[in-house]
């Protein structure tokens, strides 16, 4: 279940949203109109109203965090009647890919018929459709290829269910192939991806893959962990898919004695960033906030291979 907003205002209500609800198995979907601002009630009372009494009510509803679902009101509602609500995490198309692909077919639905229906519609000023007056004939509309024989429901549903079955296998099989899911436990330290952080501060190029290392601190089944963040990312939601934690790896002290893992390559030029770098005859400064607790090295450009062009450049 998910929403479709910011939808140009439409019918008598000026509704700008869109609400559908699909099922994973007959893959049927429902759209019902709806506001950005609705509150926990109405959206309650949207599925309530238009459909439960056809379809009877659900086992489980996979959908996001949004505040309206994670209310007391809607947990609260459909915990009396037995539904589990289990949320689905960002960036993780397998739990909630289908919903993203219904979001896309709705707008390019939205885009293709909208044209279509208005120029099949009646005018009221001129009693004619714009098709009509524009070309002389109205266009072909879906309804009239509709086939007006029955249509075998339970012996078609069966074999599809068959089929789906088979490719789900297939592509849960190809997935766990390239995808190892971590051995982590509560109390490990993971390292977080940051592919998907776009607000970091500091370079983007200089960006590290990976930030932590991070305690974790729930478990959300065999898919999902909840870690402890801090620093920049404090204010980011916890949880995340094992998809983008990996296990963190200590330092060997012995290869790397002055390697501080608490201390991040942003961090690093970050507190560089306003320090003066020397010119003259000395070719490179490394300071020593860069390499932590290594004294100020120096190295100059005598004896150096091309030293004419680093002349030049430091000119």
Same mark, same amino acid.
């Given at each position: 279940m998910d929403w479709v907003t910011e939808l140009p205002p439409s019918f008598n209500r000026s509704y700008n949203a869109c609400l559908f609800i699909v099922d994973r198995y007959r893959k049927t979907h429902i759209f019902l109109p709806c506001h950005m601002d609705d509150t926990a009630i109405d959206t309650a009372l949207l599925p309530w109203n238009r459909f439960i009494s056809h379809t009877g009510l659900f086992k489980n509803i996979i959908s996001e965090r949004d505040f309206k679902l994670t209310s007391e009101l809607w947990t609260n509602l459909h915990r009396f009647f037995g539904t589990k609500? /289990?949320?689905?995490?960002?960036?993780?198309?397998?739990?909630? %890919?289908? #919903?993203? =692909?219904?979001? &896309?077919?709705?707008?390019?639905?939205?885009?293709?018929?909208?044209?279509?229906?208005?120029?099949?519609?009646?005018?009221?000023?001129?009693?004619?459709?714009?098709?009509?007056?524009?070309?002389?004939?109205? +266009?072909?509309? +879906?309804?009239?290829?509709?086939?007006?024989d029955l249509v075998y429901i339970h012996p078609t #549903? =069966? =074999?599809?269910?068959?089929?789906?079955?088979?490719?789900?296998?297939? #592509?849960?099989?190809?997935?766990?192939?390239?995808?190892?899911?971590?051995?982590?436990?509560?109390?490990?330290?993971?390292?977080?991806?940051?592919?998907?952080?776009?607000?970091?501060? %500091?370079?983007?190029?200089?960006?590290?893959?990976?930030?932590?290392?991070?305690?974790?601190?729930?478990?959300?089944?065999?898919? #999902?962990? &909840?870690?402890?963040?801090?620093?920049?990312?404090?204010?980011?939601? /916890?949880?995340?898919p094992v998809s983008l934690i990996k296990p963190y790896q200590p330092a060997d002290k012995e290869l790397f004695p002055v390697r501080n893992p608490n201390t991040s390559t942003l961090s690093q030029v970050?507190?560089?960033?306003?320090?003066?770098?020397?010119?003259?005859?000395?070719?490179v400064n490394i300071k020593e906030n860069i390499l932590s607790d290594i004294e100020i090295q120096y190295m100059r450009m005598n004896g150096w291979q091309n030293q004419r062009y680093l002349t030049q450049l430091n000119s």
């Open positions: 609500l /289990p949320f689905s995490t960002a960036y993780h198309t397998q739990m909630d %890919g289908l #919903a993203e =692909s219904i979001i &896309q077919t709705l707008e390019d639905m939205i885009r293709r018929f909208l044209e279509l229906e208005y120029k099949t519609s009646v005018h009221s000023s001129t009693g004619k459709t714009p098709a009509i007056l524009e070309k002389g004939w109205n +266009p072909r509309i +879906p309804a009239e290829t509709l086939r007006k #549903a =069966s =074999s599809f269910k068959m089929m789906l079955d088979k490719v789900k296998q297939h #592509a849960k099989q190809k997935w766990d192939k390239s995808h190892k899911v971590p051995d982590s436990k509560l109390g490990y330290l993971v390292l977080v991806s940051t592919l998907n952080f776009n607000n970091i501060k %500091g370079p983007k190029k200089l960006k590290d893959s990976y930030a932590g290392p991070f305690v974790i601190v729930a478990l959300h089944g065999s898919n #999902a962990f &909840q870690v402890e963040l801090s620093g920049e990312l404090e204010n980011k939601h /916890p949880t995340f970050k507190q560089s960033e306003n320090k003066e770098i020397k010119k003259g005859d000395l070719g």
